[in-house]
T-cell receptor, first 108, second 114 residues
Framework: RKEVEQDPGPFNVPEGATVAFNCTYS??????FFWYRQDCRKEPKLLMS???SGNEDGRFTAQLNRASQYISLLIRDSKLSDSATYLC?????????FGAGTRLTVKP | DTAVSQTPKYLVTQMGNDKSIKCEQN?????MYWYKQDSKKFLKIMFS???????INETVPNRFSPKSPDKAHLNLHINSLELGDSAVYFC?????????????FGPGTRLTVT
C-alpha cells in the first residue's frame, strides 16, 4: 500500500460544479496534512493546510478523518482557473510524503 | 524579488557527465530541500538542509550530493548522469523543519539525459 494515495483522475467538470477529492494515508501517527496545487509545468504551491476540525477558505473546504485515515478537499463553484493537479501531503515528524496528485480540468 | 530561484531552468546533457543545479532563497528560511518529480509526476524528497546540517537523506544514489555554502543556498551536484536521472528537480524552502510549515518551491529544473 502506498503511503499516500490519491485517485489520479482526471476529473473533468463543468464550470460551477462542486468536486471532491479524497486522499488516504497509511501512517496512523501522521501529524500534519496539506493540499498543494500544481499547475502544468509549474512548481507546487500550498493551497491550504488541513486541521483536525476541518477548515474552509472561500470555495475550498478541507477535512481530516483520522479514524479512517483520509483527508478530503471540496471545491465549490468550480472556475476555469481551478484546473490543476491537487497534491495531498502528509507529514510525520520530519518526514513529508506527497501523493501522486489528482488532476482536475474545469470546462466552460 | 523571486522567493526561491533555480538555475538553469532547462538542462540537457549526455550520460556520464557531471552537472550542477543551483538554488537560492531570499525568504530567510532555515530549511531547504531538493525534490525529484519523475515522468509519472510523483514528487519525492531527496535531501533537506537545516542551518547547513543535513537532516534527511532519502535513499538516493551517492552520485547526487547537496552542497550548502550558506543558509540561503542549496546546490545539487550530480555525477555520472544516467538516463533515469531525467526528471524535473525542484528546490524548496521552509521556515523550519517541514512538518508544520508551508514549503515554497522554486520553478524547477527540467533535466534531460540523452
Amino acid at each position: 500500500r502506498k503511503e499516500v494515495e490519491q485517485d489520479p483522475g482526471p476529473f473533468n467538470v463543468p464550470e460551477g460544479a462542486t468536486v471532491a477529492f479524497n486522499c488516504t494515508y497509511s501512517n496512523s501517527a501522521s501529524q500534519s496534512f496539506f493540499w498543494y496545487r500544481q499547475d502544468c509545468r509549474k512548481e507546487p504551491k500550498l493551497l491550504m493546510s488541513v486541521y483536525s476540525s476541518g477548515n474552509e477558505d472561500g470555495r475550498f473546504t478541507a477535512q481530516l478523518n483520522r479514524a479512517s485515515q483520509y483527508i478530503s478537499l471540496l471545491i465549490r463553484d468550480s472556475k476555469l482557473s481551478d484546473s490543476a493537479t491537487y497534491l495531498c501531503v502528509v507529514s510525520y515528524n520530519n518526514d513529508m510524503r506527497f501523493g501522486a496528485g489528482t488532476r482536475l480540468t474545469v470546462k466552460p | 524579488d523571486t522567493a526561491v530561484s533555480q538555475t538553469p531552468k532547462y538542462l540537457v546533457t549526455q550520460m556520464g557527465n557531471d552537472k550542477s543545479i543551483k538554488c537560492e532563497q531570499n525568504l530567510g528560511h532555515d530549511t531547504m530541500y531538493w525534490y525529484k518529480q519523475d515522468s509519472k509526476k510523483f514528487l519525492k524528497i531527496m535531501f533537506s538542509y537545516n542551518n547547513k546540517e543535513l537532516i534527511i537523506n532519502e535513499t538516493v544514489p551517492n552520485r547526487f550530493s547537496p552542497k550548502s555554502p550558506d543558509k540561503a543556498h542549496l546546490n545539487l551536484h550530480i555525477n555520472s548522469l544516467e538516463l533515469g536521472d531525467s526528471a524535473v528537480y525542484f528546490c524548496a524552502s521552509s521556515l523550519e523543519g517541514w512538518a508544520r510549515y508551508e514549503q515554497y518551491f522554486g520553478p524547477g529544473t527540467r533535466l534531460t539525459v540523452t
